[in-house]
């Protein structure tokens, strides 16, 4: 009996567990992953770099990625800074970004056809794109 309750209770120890370890696996395994590096409060001093890894899509010349709600500081900053660094394959580089809430069904349609399963894994623990109240930013890149 002891060891059945033993049982029992490790496994519902190491449950959250798997399940954070599924959701990142997902995360990070699904499909690229690019750092978007912003400044942690648009008060802040510009040394104060958030590192946020977010997924990219793309469509035609126009990219996306998705980290923040309205409400979001570094959304709002946009309007007078559009100006955002991100890494992608190693690189870091600097793009021209708007907030572009039209485009939320578009983001999430392109998201689940680049990043398949684990959009959907991602999705039934989130609630998919119908209750996101996430903003997609568009990013371009500098001419170079």
């Known amino acids: 009996m002891m060891q059945r309750i033993r049982i029992f209770l490790a ?3 190491a449950t959250p567990l798997i399940f954070l370890a599924v959701i990142y696996g997902a995360s990070e395994l699904g499909g690229e992953v690019v750092v978007l590096h912003r400044i942690r409060d648009p008060g802040a001093p510009a040394n104060e770099i958030d590192r946020v890894r977010v997924w990219i899509v793309e ?3 126009v990219a996306w990625i998705e980290h923040g709600d309205a409400q979001s500081a ?3 900053a946009l309007s007078q800074d559009p100006v955002i660094r991100i890494e992608r394959a190693g690189k870091l580089g600097s ?3 708007s907030a572009d809430p039209s485009a939320h069904d578009h983001y999430h349609t392109l ?3 680049r ?3 684990a959009d959907v894994l991602i999705g039934w623990v989130s609630g998919g794109a119908a209750s996101c109240e996430g903003i ?3 990013i371009e890149r500098f001419s170079t």
């Open 115 to 117: 990043y398949g399963w």
């Open 111 to 113: 998201r689940r056809e």
């Open 95 to 97: 793009y021209r970004a």
């Open 11 to 13: 496994l519902l120890m």
């Open 74 to 76: 570094w959304i709002s």
């Open 136 to 138: 997609p930013v568009r």
């Open 59 to 61: 469509d035609d010349q």
